[in-house]
């Protein structure tokens, strides 16, 4: 069974920048579309931002131009580079298939607080 694995989140303050990362255990990541989600509190599970099999992206409005998406394909990982982070970016993060969604990871906590 393909396992994804977040790490990478922790408490900063605005402004601030973090790399997530994310470890899928699959024996290779061409042809698939790998996205990122977050949780914020008390709130639903949202979209972020996908990194498609071609190569293209796209992002959630709030996050356009702040964050980027990309893909190791030799490490079979996904990252997801948060710049000028803000207190609304607080949530857990998490990475999984854009279509057919895998079972969810713990995600990673991410805490923009000043």
């Known amino acids: 069974q393909v396992q994804l694995v977040e790490s990478g989140g922790g408490v900063v303050q605005p402004g601030d920048s973090l790399r997530l990362v994310c470890k899928v255990s699959i024996k290779s990541l061409s042809g698939y579309a790998m996205a990122w989600y977050r949780q914020p509190p008390g709130k639903q599970r949202e979209f972020v931002a996908v990194h498609n099999s071609g190569g293209d992206t796209n992002y959630a409005t709030s996050v356009k131009g702040r964050f980027t998406i990309s893909k190791d394909y030799p490490q079979k990982e996904v990252y997801l580079l948060m710049m000028n982070l803000k207190p609304e970016d607080t949530a857990v993060y998490y990475c999984?298939?854009?279509?057919?969604?895998?079972?969810w990871g713990q995600g990673t906590q991410v805490t923009v607080s000043s």
């Open positions: 999984n298939f854009f279509n057919n969604p895998r079972p």
